[in-house]
């Protein structure tokens, strides 16, 4: 729960910022539209070469895609072997080995490889995810099971991204995440992220290329995964409310929190990618919604500009769309979730813990450099703050759960 009673709507916020709160709310949503409507004259063209619609297997819905889509690879029995084998090589190489220096070579998955590179493929050329299922985390320790994760995912795409870049006060690259309710065991005052509670977690993207999810247990109840194309909200707003998409193409005044002088930075959440000689047409939604509402006891910035009434409209139609075309996918204990950051928004439900049985996720973002997408220059910047300069001897994988330090430069989800 959130502190002291509070809620995103009682975050003020610079002067002029629309009424938005960190959940979206429907019926505020609609009367806004309403108004939009009335008050002013909308634009009904799209920018200069945005296409009227996407087509791709990206561009697909959740009450159907299981009809053209199997989601899921079950692990087989000889799969499992091949990764308690390579596990076992692992091991045997001895110090100075750390999880840092799990890769391809001394991960060996001769079988499996070819498998988990197609896996890749759907992801970047395909639907954009995929669950890897099966994998038997409750035979063994923490350690092994990190080391297992980033053994398999070397194969789905290779480059590990920092996830912070201080750990215990001290400087460090943190590859890992772990995705659990600490409320009860911290400050609700330090929580400002939603993976650190059992909190409704509304529509956004990470950063990075591939967000990969690792289940070592599920929650007594709730909490489901959902995905939605984020090329079939585009398909929609184009048809639908081509001004959004000339919003969602503008600059946005995002929260930097005060880790920069400025104190935020201008980009658009919506980038389009022209056809060229090696690479398809391609659309780009990024945003985290709490940048532009705030978020428990982190409001929105008081000395930055407030985001316009467009923009909390567009704000708002992004997360009901998605909505309307996610899919919802249970998370099981061994389970892997792969999912393209660039084509994908995702979401939360709420979920509740017991003693025995408490929802545990493990992140990494990760990056394919044969299969990768060109980043756009608006996110270069981050990108380059999570892949670059990452070295094995000084990358941390913690093995509990932390909360990541305020000082971090990297975003929050």
Not at 363 to 379: G, N, Q, S, V
């Amino acid at each position: 729960m959130a502190p002291a009673g509070k809620t995103s709507s009682d975050l003020l916020g610079p002067p002029g910022q629309p009424d938005i709160a960190y959940v979206p709310d429907l019926e505020n949503y609609q009367a806004r539209s309403r108004r939009r409507h009335y008050d002013e004259q909308l634009d009904k063209t799209l920018p200069p070469g945005f296409p009227n619609r996407v087509s791709s297997k990206l561009a697909w819905k959740g009450a159907t895609v299981h009809e053209e889509y199997n989601w899921a690879y079950h692990l087989t029995l000889a799969d499992v072997e091949e990764v308690e084998a390579a596990l076992a090589h692992f091991r045997s190489l001895g110090q100075p080995s750390a999880i840092g220096d799990v890769s391809q070579v001394t991960f060996p998955l001769p079988t499996l490889h070819t498998v988990l590179r197609g896996i890749s493929n759907d992801i970047h050329n395909g639907h954009g995810f995929k669950v890897v299922r099966g994998l038997p985390v409750q035979f063994h320790s923490r350690e092994e099971n990190i080391i297992i994760f980033a053994g398999i995912s070397a194969r789905i795409a290779p480059i590990r991204g920092r996830q912070d870049n201080i750990y215990r006060g001290e400087p460090a690259d943190v590859m890992i995440l772990h995705i659990k309710d600490l409320t009860n065991t911290k400050d609700a005052h330090t929580i400002r992220a939603p993976a650190f509670t059992s909190e409704k977690q509304v529509f956004h993207t990470d950063s990075g290329d591939v967000v990969s999810l690792f289940a070592l247990e599920a929650a007594t109840k709730g909490g489901q995964s959902k995905l939605a194309s984020s090329w079939s909200i585009y398909n929609e707003l184009a048809a639908t409310r081509p001004d959004m998409i000339r919003t969602l193409a503008e600059p946005w005044p995002v929260d930097d929190f005060r880790k920069t002088d400025k104190g935020y930075h201008l980009r658009p959440l919506l980038f389009h990618q022209p056809r060229a000689d090696t690479s398809p047409q391609r659309i780009i939604i990024q945003f985290a919604r709490r940048v532009f509402t705030g978020y428990w006891t982190r409001p929105r910035s008081a000395d930055i500009p407030p985001i316009t009434e467009a923009q909390a409209e567009a704000l708002d139609a992004l997360h009901f769309l998605a909505e309307r075309y996610a899919l919802s996918l249970d998370f099981q204990p061994g389970d892997i979730q792969y999912v393209n950051n660039l084509s994908i928004v995702h979401a939360r439900d709420e979920y509740t813990d017991s003693p025995d049985k408490q929802r545990h996720l493990i992140r990494m973002w990760l990056r394919d450099p044969d299969l990768a997408w060109p980043t756009p220059e608006a996110l270069i910047k981050g990108w380059t703050r999570i892949y670059d300069n990452i070295r094995p001897d000084k990358s941390v994988f913690p093995l509990e759960p932390f909360m990541r330090e305020p000082s971090s430069g990297t975003v929050q989800h």
